[in-house]
């Protein structure tokens, strides 16, 4: 995995070496109102990181791609994460703490990583996954070109009723 560089902001490959930085991260009680909840302790996010640093799923399918997003200051704002499949279909996801919400990192971040899947894992179509009510992440994706999924396609990545799927063919 690469590090990537954008706008003074660097997306370093995340490591068990992140757990103490991002469980501070990850303790924002904003950002549950759409996620499901905090990691449990810091060893268990440590452990967590451990497993992903593998960089594939366990039967080696997909590319399992993580970064964390570390700001001109170095203190760390939150993740951009990507999961690699066949024939260049990827999903991605991403999460913030609240204090760097409407700033532009998470979009200047997602756009990075997706330039990244696209040149590096041959990512063509992507796909995300949130809450249906999170008008911040469905603005963020529509900035990124991506748009509202077929019906078809809910049933086929296995999306919960209170969400939305949103895609985007990319073509670079």
Request: hydrophobic letters at 40%.
């Amino acid at each position: 995995m690469n590090t990537l560089l954008v706008e003074g902001m660097t997306l370093e490959p995340q490591t068990s070496a992140h757990a103490d930085e991002m469980f501070a991260v990850l303790s924002d009680p904003a950002i549950y109102k759409y996620e499901n909840e905090p990691p449990a302790s810091v060893e268990w996010l440590r452990n967590r990181y451990r497993q992903l640093e593998t960089r594939r799923s366990p039967d080696g399918s997909q590319q399992w791609l993580n970064w964390v997003v570390r700001l001109p200051d170095s203190r760390l704002a939150g993740y951009v994460q990507a999961t690699v499949g066949a024939e260049g279909h990827c999903h991605i996801a991403y999460i913030f703490a609240s204090a760097f919400w409407g700033k532009g990192y998470a979009f200047e971040s997602v756009e990075a990583m997706i330039a990244e899947l696209a040149a590096s894992y041959g990512a063509r179509t992507l796909w995300a996954v949130f809450k249906e009510d999170n008008s911040r992440s469905y603005r963020l994706l529509e900035r990124l070109a991506f748009h509202p999924a077929a019906p078809a396609d809910y049933r086929r990545h296995g999306v919960e009723s209170d969400e939305m799927l949103m895609t985007r063919v990319s073509y670079l």
